[in-house]
């Protein structure tokens, strides 16, 4: 049998247990992985230099290299993670609704684990840690894929983490990593209905569209982000400033960061121009289409595939529109429909963006950067969805729960 | 550009219309559609006349063709079945969260429809009725993909809706019908991510199993149940005896009906030949494993197929146990999750069996042929999702919403 499926069996048993377990039981289990991560951080630290040291060797970018790198503040927070899922409310068991029936059945329905969670995700080990608290705090048992970049770390995290739950009340085996670094290893998991109840993949879009193309197990998508700020005729003027900066230059590498601004024309003719100098001086390369560059001229020419470019980078594109609707067209056309911002004092238009842009989190006045589980007070996030079933936007710990009904009779049979 | 994409990047385009619109619009056109369908009952029978002398000619069976026929009294419950969807309450907009954040962020979680759903069906053209009425109602697009037997019912009925729209508020193209009969046309809709939100498969399980292999849109599984009914030590005789008749005899076809009783050995030492006899007497084909056996000689052999086979049918499969947890193993290890009932009057067996039994729908003391969303008060159904994700069992109208997070501020920026 493959190492892929004798894992995924082994955590699809466990998870039965797992399912039955008290909030008390896995939150003292997620305390003692906490403990002992930092207890054998120079045994995670020596593995992860191997890591990089390979990667070196394979001349991976400093920017990944950084990512992947542990060290002891890195292991600590991976730590303190854990103890903040630890606090955080158990949402399995909770009674979501609960109905009689004119035949005098009683009918509840509560959230129960998902069973079985497979992770795909790329170089960094610290979602290799954070996976794990999510999926075992709600109950489910989980098979993490890492990038092969990471393999030495994850492995001797996971071992580590082993060790702390044959000490819990969490059996080991819902804890499995997948050593094999082939492709082929991904494609089972994606393939592997019955024993996984949901693939969540992350990291960058090639992964994540190899996971959707090719996975028959549930997907939870999560990532692109094309997000739009518009700047409305009515906008005050400081206050789009500020909120259109922030959303592209505070974290330009992430998917809810700004990658084309909407500028109505009234608006742009006063301050375009002193806003594009600002975003300029931020390094920021910033592409306008004719009207803005009728307005900027040093702007590059933004072309049609910039309207459909996710930069995560310190690139701008800029589109001059005549109207509110113009604005909503443009996103309805290009946006992924993860975070859209309209900036305006005018209630009207603000409603009217609110209600026709169909977007995970639509914003009015504030950065697109809030959207994620943290800013939304969730206190943790296994990622973005972006797609429209099960969960949408920043996913906390209910989105890794699913439900069953209850029915209690006594004696009822269908006439 | 193909019928597929053309039809469905009409409805995509009319569902933003369709999301804009008050409960009352939609209603309306919903009461509008039952009329005219009754108004136009006989072009509609015409129709179905050519499909059944089609049917007839390609040798469909008998209960094909009678699942495929129409007349005014199932035109009548077709109208009737709008009717009641009109009457039923609106999810969309419905305000499930709203919490402020300390940085003085608004934020509201609120019902939006899907957007368009895609859905592939067999022969019975009141699906086709059933389906626009439910996705209409949440302000969903639906692209239909009925049974090629079906496909003249299937047009006319649609040219008829179609008539009934254009005198409403709804895009009449948020309602559309593939009429290429090929499988090609199926393959296509299960992979137009970007214009199809979600496919759900109703028929049967090559059906189903075609979608779910086949989809790179996400999908919500329909259908499959191996339902058990286990029959506790401590359980009531007379009332075992009728909840387990019932799930199994009142109507065999559908998939929650029983499949496989599992009975406790000290209750089939006195009660199993009884209830084995009058399951013979209403034709039921009866296998039993050698304890079964053993006390009811003339039973069939069941074996290992039988407690993987969803019979739908006069057939079901007996084990005798030793205890609640060898039943619970049973049923974990060959049940599809669907429905599952205990009977018993022992509370902690019952508690044990409701909390360890992760099925969709889980019973105490009542047949499992409860599970639908009319049984449960829904008023309507989609379908019986047997997925862990989106949606689970029963699938009323809130099962065809999304949600989408709207923030609101006075000009914060990500720290």
Redesign the interface.
């Known amino acids: 049998m493959s190492e892929v499926k004798q894992k995924a069996q082994l955590a699809k048993q466990a998870s ?1 247990v797992l ?2 377990l008290s909030t008390e039981q896995k939150n003292e289990a997620l305390l003692k992985m906490a403990d002992h991560l930092v207890h054998r951080q120079q045994d995670i630290i020596a593995a992860n230099q191997e890591d990089l040291l390979r990667g070196e060797e394979n001349g991976l970018s400093r920017s990944l290299l950084d990512r992947l790198s542990l060290n002891e503040t890195r292991i600590a927070a991976m730590a303190d993670g854990l103890r903040q899922v630890a606090e955080l409310q158990d949402p399995v068991g909770d009674e979501l609704e609960q ?1 009689d ?1 004119p035949n005098g ?1 009683f ?1 509840k329905k509560i959230r ?1 684990p ?2 079985v969670v497979g992770m795909i995700y790329e170089a960094r080990p610290n979602v290799t840690v954070d996976a794990a608290g999510l999926c075992l705090k709600t109950g489910n048992a989980v098979v993490l894929r890492g990038g092969s970049s990471a393999l030495h770390s994850n492995q001797k995290i996971v071992e580590v983490l082993h060790e702390a739950l044959e000490t819990s009340a969490i059996p080991k085996d819902a804890l499995q990593v997948i050593e094999d670094p082939n492709r082929a290893s991904v494609d089972e998991m994606l393939k592997l ?1 019955g024993l996984l ?2 693939v969540i993949p992350r990291g960058g879009a090639g992964l994540i569209q190899t996971v ?2 090719n996975a ?1 197990v ?4 999560t990532g692109a982000g094309i997000c739009h700020t518009y700047i409305d005729e009515e906008a ?1 003027a400081d ?1 789009a400033s ?2 259109a ?2 959303a592209k230059v ?2 330009p590498s992430v998917c809810n960061a700004m990658e084309t601004l909407l500028v109505h024309e009234q608006f742009a003719a006063q301050h375009l121009a002193t806003f594009a100098e600002k975003l300029k001086q931020a390094q920021v390369v910033v592409k306008g289409d004719e009207k803005a560059k009728a307005l900027v001229p040093w702007m590059e020419d933004a072309v049609e595939e910039d309207w459909c470019t996710e930069y995560n980078d310190y690139v701008l594109s800029v589109k001059v529109v005549s109207s509110l609707e113009e604005a909503i067209s443009h996103i ?1 056309t290009y946006g992924t429909m993860h975070s859209e911002c309209i900036v305006t004092e005018n209630a009207d238009n603000a409603a009217k963006f ?3 842009i ?10 697109t ?3 994620d589980g943290f ?3 969730f206190g943790a996030e296994i990622g973005i969805s972006t ?4 969960a ?3 996913m906390g710990l209910p989105a890794l729960t ?13 006439e």
Chains 1, 2 share one sequence.
């Open positions: 039965v399912a039955s109905f029936r059945l009918i129960v998902i069973g209905n109840d949901v959707v193309n028959t549930p997907v939870i998508e005050q206050m500020s909120i900066f922030n505070q974290r309805q609110m209600q026709q169909d977007a995970a989190a639509v914003y009015h006045n504030a950065s950067r809030f959207t800013e939304f007070g797609q429209k079933l099960h949408r936007g920043p699913s439900t069953k009904y209850c029915v209690y009779g006594d004696g009822q049979i269908k």
